[in-house]
């Protein structure tokens, strides 16, 4: 089974795909962790992504294409891929189906977890970990239960990623929204497309996920 998660960033779609992984066998697939461990396993393509990132230009859609192809054809991938930040762009959709195709495999669904961006702007803004172990927590929804003690660990010290920020997060929405929305339409054309609601509790989103997988 081959699936794409869309979503902006801080939709959830890393910790369902995690649990895809675990549950289903699946693998998902990052492009920014592929792109990395490309250019670290020095294959040909990562030698071509390392001299283009290295240049200080953005990657090409062929040498992502490339990556994902060479992904695709380690053995792990048999009982199915998750795609997370990938296909961005109408011309990479086009990509996708051309990669899956020329290894005998097909696009299963398409599944968007759909936002709130208000909400969503203050489940980022809102969320810190611990600086020992990283146990996640949020200003509003999940305090420690004793005040600056880890709750998992005991540590006293806790992080926020910088990003997380109401600027950075609408900018990224609005990114999402430009370049990545445009191909939503391609799938529902092709009865592909299905919606969760990305700000339901994380185990009810995985369960909406796990009945539309059933139904394919």
Do not use: W
């Not at 995690?18 to 492009?31: K, N, Y």
């Not at 090409?60 to 053995?75: A, F, P, Q, T, Y």
């Not at 097909?106 to 702007?121: H, N, P, S, W």
């Amino acid at each position: 089974m081959n699936i794409i998660l869309l979503g902006p960033p801080g939709a959830g779609k890393g910790t369902q795909a995690a649990r895809l992984e675990s549950d289903r066998g699946m693998v998902q697939l990052s492009t920014g962790d592929m792109l990395r461990a490309a250019v670290k396993s020095g294959s040909p393509v990562g030698l071509q992504a390392k001299a283009v990132m290295e240049s200080g230009q953005l990657v090409s859609d062929e040498i992502v294409s490339g990556i994902i192809g060479e992904r695709l054809d380690m053995g792990d991938t048999d009982k199915g891929v998750i795609f997370d930040g990938y296909p961005r762009t109408a011309a990479q959709a086009e990509q996708l189906d051309a990669i899956l195709a020329a290894r005998g495999r097909t696009l299963d669904k398409v599944i968007e977890l759909t936002v709130d961006e208000d909400a969503l702007v203050e489940r980022i803004v809102g969320r810190f970990t611990c600086g020992n172990c990283g146990a996640g927590y949020h200003d509003h929804f999940k305090q420690p239960k004793v005040a600056g003690t880890c709750d998992v660990c005991g540590h006293h010290e806790f992080k926020r990623r910088p990003d997380d920020n109401e600027d950075t997060v609408r900018t990224r929405m609005a990114e999402y929204r430009a370049k990545t929305e445009p191909i939503i339409p391609i799938y529902e054309a092709r009865g592909l497309l299905a919606g969760v609601d990305g700000m339901a509790d994380m185990d009810s989103v995985s369960k909406a996920i796990e009945r539309i997988l059933d139904a394919i």
